[in-house]
Antibody, heavy 119, light 110 residues
Framework: EVQLVESGGGLVKPGGSLRLSCAAS????????MTWVRQAPGKGLEWVST????????FYTDSVKGRFTISRDNAKNSLFLQMNSLRAEDTAVYYC????????????WGQGTLVTVSS | QSILTQPPSVSATPGQKVTISCSGS????????VSWFQHPPGTAPKLLIY???KRPSGIPDRFSGSKSGTSATLGITGLQTGDEADYYC???????????FGAGTKLTVL
């Protein structure tokens, strides 16, 4: 059974940092692209970042470029999102998801972890 | 404002059929595959449709997808109260080098 479990969310002050983790199991993690998607309170889904299997190709949404860094450890079946210079508008539930055969078919999702940026 | 345009809400009664549209441009829907997601409140999103019209294993054939030009459509037949959720279309945008989602459509089953 495919499982994705996020952790690392919490309350942080503006300008602060957080590192999210996503533990994967039930599939060969190294064979799949992985992605982070977020949902701000009362808003829709927003794609954040995608990383290729070997970490060679990485994409970010414009609003997080230069502040967030996606990475993965295939030996530990783990996905990460380092978030620096956090802003109030980064407040959201952050989901990690597995990417299927295409670029937007996110076929399995975690339950999400809440990040709150507030003073 | 989202790159992909969806109606904010749709409603229908149990047993009926509903369609949800998703309109984009040549840089996204027009030249890339479309996915659809179901997101009930408080739960993780679920992939309903990928590659415009394919259903993942376990998704009932009440759910269907289609694409024509720069628009895509999700169809749901035999509506059930359990189908109440927010529905999102998503695709790759070749100009932005980014995945884009619609703003979401809230389905109410009256």
């Amino acid at each position: 059974e495919v499982q994705l479990v996020e952790s690392g969310g919490g309350l942080v002050k503006p300008g602060g940092s957080l590192r999210l983790s996503c533990a994967a199991s039930g599939f060969d993690f190294s064979f799949y692209l992985m992605t982070w998607v977020r949902q701000a309170p009362g808003k829709g889904l927003e794609w954040v970042s995608t990383i290729s299997t070997s970490s060679r190709y990485i994409f970010y949404t414009d609003s997080v470029k230069g502040r967030f860094t996606i990475s993965r450890d295939n030996a530990k079946n783990s996905l990460f999102l380092q978030m620096n210079s956090l802003r109030a508008e980064d407040t959201a539930v952050y989901y990690c998801a597995r990417v299927g055969t295409g670029s937007s078919d996110f076929d399995f999702w975690g339950q999400g972890t809440l990040v709150t940026v507030s003073s | 404002q989202s790159i992909l345009t969806q109606p904010p809400s749709v409603s229908a009664t149990p047993g009926q059929k509903v369609t949800i549209s998703c309109s984009g441009s040549s840089s996204n829907i027009g030249n890339n595959y479309v996915s659809w997601f179901q997101h009930p409140p408080g739960t993780a999103p679920k992939l309903l449709i990928y590659d415009n019209d394919k259903r993942p294993s376990g998704i009932p054939d009440r759910f269907s997808g289609s694409k024509s030009g720069t628009s895509a459509t999700l169809g749901i037949t035999g509506l059930q109260t359990g189908d109440e959720a927010d529905y999102y279309c998503g695709t790759w945008d070749s100009s932005l080098n980014a995945v884009v989602f619609g703003a979401g459509t809230k389905l109410t089953v009256l």
